[in-house]
């Protein structure tokens, strides 16, 4: 189990961190869950810095071809499922953009049309956060413009928690941005009110297909990316936030 900083320890259901040794050991493509729970990812060309963060480069194009660099995620931690999350789910990721990737950057991905969440920042038309979760094709459970869904610069460490809150009516989503709550929306908006949820198989990837063009692969650094089995508190977030912050800001 991690016993790094004073973060939330509560119900981990997975945590990736290659600036600790026991994450990442100094050579090879897995990087070990941190958790206990044996969910190890495994690198699909990301590497890593002489600061333990995982690198990468961009190179994935808006038809899939290539994907890019990205890692492996466990589905049975990231899933967001009601049926087998009913007390909710976490995701926190801290992060750094190290360009504006003109056309989007993937950032937790399913599969190349549905199913992901993008920062499609610079994208004409299509600026700030977008998603789709896994059922309905084009449902959101967030997206919009820079102002309302916060922006960092190029090169500046940020952390993104999500909140799928499954136990509570209406089933949230909240956003924050390094603590603090920008947005949130129902998950039960849909076609499928009781059922919808979301689940990334890969942190970096990119999104699209040959038919669908979406955005390109992440094209900068992701230095601690862990998930809880249950909906935290906005204080919890805060705690979580601070206790990194001196790390990465």
């Known amino acids: 189990m991690f016993t790094g900083p004073n973060i939330v320890q509560d119900e981990i259901a997975l945590m990736l961190d290659p600036g600790n040794s026991k994450s990442y050991p100094g050579s090879g493509t897995t990087i070990f869950d ?26 994935g194009e808006r038809d899939g071809s290539p994907l890019g660099d990205y890692i492996s995620l466990n589905t049975t931690a990231m899933t967001t499922s009601p049926s087998s999350k009913p007390d909710g789910v976490t995701y926190s990721m801290w992060m750094v953009f190290d360009s504006n990737q003109s056309q989007g950057h993937g950032i937790l991905v399913g599969s190349s049309t549905i199913n992901h969440l993008e920062w499609r920042g610079t994208v004409t038309g299509g600026s700030g956060w977008r998603t789709e979760a896994r059922l309905q094709n084009g449902y959101s459970f967030g997206g919009g413009s820079e102002s309302s869904y916060g922006y960092h610069s190029i090169g ?30 129902s998950m039960e908006l849909g076609n499928n009110p009781s059922t919808e949820y979301f689940v990334p198989s890969r942190f970096g990837s990119a999104t699209g297909s040959s038919n669908y063009l979406y955005a390109q692969s992440f094209y900068g650094r992701l230095g601690n990316l862990t998930v809880y089995d249950r909906t935290l508190t906005e204080t919890e977030v805060q705690q979580n936030y601070n206790a990194f912050k001196s790390r990465f800001v």
């Open 156 to 185: 500046e460490w940020f952390n993104l928690s999500l909140v799928f809150a499954n136990d509570e009516s209406g089933r949230p989503v909240r956003w924050y941005m390094d603590g603090v709550e920008f947005y949130s929306r």
């Open 34 to 59: 941190l958790s206990g729970n044996d969910r190890n990812s495994t690198s699909n060309g990301a590497s890593i810095d002489s600061e333990g963060n995982l690198v990468f480069e961009g190179q």
